[in-house]
């Protein structure tokens, strides 16, 4: 008898990439052509993602399992999601795979978020398959791309062995594969020929059961999931297992059942051993990162590793004059213990009680990170609000240092003025430029997280909707200096009441409006912006003057611009520093946060004052 073990029979294999190189329709094309459906099951696109909020936005927000047949081997594979600011998901699921497929869209070549899932790839130990997807773009440049693709490769890998690394082109749309860019089969069994050929079967390492939670799933039935993939051992129901925490402690439980994935269900099994990615029941608050072990040698695991967060708000009890009105949730309590609760499964935030009972300071990956997480619970039935975002800053050995960024840009070449103009005035430092040869340019960019906070509107305008940008944090560095950027003043509402069309018409003299007639507003809320740095009040509830006399001019409808409404993540670039945004189930307003002038004019006298003791 050998010591180790190899199963033949499995390939464990994580798909990464940059948001929108095509994972999630690489998963469906594998699903279908392994039979995981009937032949007349219309399952649609973008099968695993499941959740409502991934299928508006269109993009991936948690890592997912599934698995599928081909031949006699089960092939366990996890979705990612290629978004920056859901990079702790990726970190979380990797070590749950021998092997990866990097994808990479054939016309934008490697993006930021390709450098990073490659270098947390790599850290883990993973062998790559690169997959040239998507060649049957309009200027899709296969070869331009795996040029870049072999210099990243030379820039990350650890050690040789990472050098080598086969490629299958690909499009993913149409579920087909090829060695070549311009031979692609029918199908993707040249990709399913390299899954098998390249990624490690798993080796069975001999002892006790062995396994760490990487993820956690809830179902009213059975309650927890904790799914993982078994190092060690074997695992049947019925079990008595040791469960080690963060602490070093360990209790024991008992596994009730045992689940393995096939295609998008969970199937009960007599035993599961390791190699498997399976999901336990049974036991009660366990927490990702736990290490699940036979009671008999409760040898811990590694806890998972994840970067730190980058930007944090404040997220407060709603102290509009609207407060528990339009939410379900709406107390300190009910806040407090919602968000307390996602760090149970969201490994990429943090959270933290602040000096005010009603206030807490989130901490995420990102904008998009917290504005998930602020969309997820105003769908729940909270009601509360949330401030600017900012980037953390940290003082390290005495010296004041910032996040920043490495950040890649793509647009046409007439709008380059005006970008590198306003990335230079948020501290930005370019370090590559690239100008292809039908007039579009490549930015390479070093710039602070805090000069990228709000940008993203800015950019859509001055590139006319037409550029691209990714970004990710590449660690910290000394403060870059004081930046300025004016926003154009606020229109705030004068008095409390219903908006009305001549109130409008009279504020869109002075603005562009956030909101349209017949809406309750409050004094002090933002109803839109000036034309110019410099809040405005403006009496958007006035009526227009009754008069008996008919006047020719007097009659004339007055003519509104519809409310040019902002998103959540709008909202959040919009922001000031002395600006709430009060978020419920219904409406999303933002509104200045100290609501009153006369409330303004004491908060600042009280800034002054303790500046001057300071000083
Ligand atoms: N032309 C072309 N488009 C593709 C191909 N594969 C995927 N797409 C399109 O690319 C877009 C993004 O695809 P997704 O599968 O959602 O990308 P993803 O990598 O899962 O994105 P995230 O999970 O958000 O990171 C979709 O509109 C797909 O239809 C392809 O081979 N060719
Ligand atoms: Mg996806």
Avoid at 232 to 244: E, F, K, Q
Avoid at 410 to 415: A, I, K, N, V
């Amino acid at each position: 008898m050998t010591l180790t073990n190899i199963r033949h029979d499995i390939r464990n294999v994580a798909i990464i990439a940059h948001v929108d190189h095509g994972k999630t329709t690489l998963v469906d094309a594998l699903l279908k052509q392994s039979h995981t459906f009937r032949d007349n099951q219309n399952v649609g696109t973008l099968i695993m993602d499941t959740n409502d909020l991934e299928r508006e936005k269109g993009i991936t927000i948690l890592a997912k399992n599934t698995s599928i047949r081909h031949g006699d081997v089960t092939i366990n594979i996890i979705d990612t999601p290629g978004h920056a600011d859901f990079g702790g998901e990726v970190e979380r699921v990797l070590n749950m795979a021998d092997g990866c497929l990097l994808l990479v869209d054939a016309a934008e070549g490697p993006m930021p978020q390709t450098r990073f899932v490659l270098r947390k790839a790599f850290e883990v130990g993973l062998r790559i398959i690169v997959v040239i997807n998507k060649v049957d773009r309009a200027h899709a440049d296969p070869a331009g791309a795996l040029v870049k693709i072999h210099d990243l490769f030379l820039e990350l890998a650890e050690d040789a062995d990472q050098l080598e690394a086969p490629v299958v082109y690909a499009i993913a749309k149409e579920g087909r594969a090829g060695t070549k860019p311009d031979e692609l089969a029918a199908d993707l069994e040249p990709l399913f020929l390299a899954i098998l050929e390249s990624v490690p079967a798993p080796v069975v390492e001999p002892g006790g059961f062995q396994m760490l939670v990487a993820n956690r799933a809830y179902d009213d039935y059975t309650g927890t999931l904790a799914i993982g993939r078994i190092s060690r051992g074997s695992v049947s129901p019925g079990d008595w297992i040791a469960v080690l925490n963060a602490a070093g402690e360990a209790r024991r439980a008992k596994v009730v059942q045992v689940l393995v994935y096939r295609g998008l269900e969970r199937r009960p099994v007599e035993k599961a051993s390791a190699g498997d990615i399976v999901l336990l029941t049974g036991l009660e608050d366990i927490v990702i990162g736990d290490t699940l072990a036979d009671p008999d040698s409760p040898d811990p695991l590694p806890r998972i590793a994840i970067d730190e967060p980058t930007v944090r708000m404040t997220f407060g009890v709603n102290t509009s004059p609207f407060t528990g009105r339009e939410g379900t949730f709406s107390t300190t309590r009910q806040l407090r213990a919602r968000l307390y609760k996602e760090l149970e499964t969201n490994l990429g935030l943090h959270v933290e009680d602040t000096d005010q009972a009603e206030r807490f300071l989130v901490s995420g990956r990102g904008e998009l990170h917290l504005a998930v997480l602020i969309e997820t619970m105003r769908r729940e039935g909270y009601e509360f609000e949330v401030s600017r975002p900012e980037a953390i800053i940290k003082v390290i050995n005495g010296q004041r240092m910032e996040p920043v960024e490495r950040l890649t840009v793509d647009l046409r070449e007439e709008h380059l003025g005006a970008v590198t103009e306003a990335l230079g005035k948020r501290r930005g430092e370019m370090i590559e430029i690239v100008y292809d040869s039908r007039g579009g340019v490549r930015l390479e960019y070093l710039i602070p997280t805090r000069g990228l906070i709000g940008f993203r509107n800015s950019f859509l305008t001055l590139t006319a909707g037409t550029g691209l940008m990714g970004s990710i944090g590449i660690g910290y560095r000394p403060w870059a200096g004081d930046f300025r950027e004016q926003r154009n003043g606020a229109l705030t509402a004068s008095s409390a009441g219903t908006s009305l069309t001549f109130g409008l018409a009279g504020a869109q003299e002075r603005g562009t409006t956030f909101i349209g007639p017949g809406e309750a507003v409050y004094e002090g809320m933002v109803v839109g912006v000036q034309k110019r740095p410099g809040d405005i009040r403006v009496n958007v509830c006035r009526e227009k003057k009754q008069s008996n006399i008919r006047s020719s001019t007097s009659d004339i409808a007055v003519r509104l611009t519809p409310a040019s409404r902002l998103s959540l993540e709008q909202s959040l670039d919009f922001l000031a520093d002395d600006e709430l945004l009060e978020v419920t189930p219904k409406h999303l307003r933002l509104r200045k946060r100290y609501l009153t002038e006369v409330d303004q004019s004491r908060a600042r006298r009280l800034v002054e004052s303790s500046l001057s003791r300071n000083s």
